[in-house]
Nanobody, 124 residues
């Protein structure tokens, strides 16, 4: 069962824009933070942007001023608007959510959800 579904990746020229979207299953409740990580070949996975349920945001320094994260709490969605893209932004981008999960028997526990990843390639 897919819990986070991503879309919006693709190939774009340097200076262009892309918008990544991610929707969480309605079965996921009490989401604390949602965000985006990325991993380029040979590199470790890094946090790109994070947004809390209250709207507080965090960005990695390299994307500040270029990327904007937003979310719709009611719709369980998060988006990443990426402008002025650079070749070094090329990576697989992963949607992330931290939430309280409820089992069929009603047990609630914290859980990290991950999307399958979407490729972003920026050509020079």
């Amino acid at each position: 069962q897919v819990q986070l579904v991503e879309s919006g990746g693709g190939l774009v020229q340097a200076g262009g824009s892309l918008r990544l979207s991610c929707v969480a299953s309605e079965s996921i409740f009490s989401i604390n933070s949602m965000g985006w990580y990325r991993q380029a070949p040979g590199n470790k996975r890094e946090l790109v942007a994070l947004i809390t349920s209250g709207g507080s945001t965090t960005y990695v320094d390299s994307v500040k001023g270029r990327f904007t994260i937003s979310r719709d709490n009611a719709k369980n969605t998060v988006a990443l608007q990426m402008n002025s893209l650079k070749p070094e932004d090329t990576a697989v981008y992963f949607c992330y959510a931290n939430a309280n999960r409820k089992s069929p028997l009603g047990v609630i526990y914290p859980y990290d959800y991950w999307g399958q990843g979407t490729q972003v390639t920026v050509s020079s």
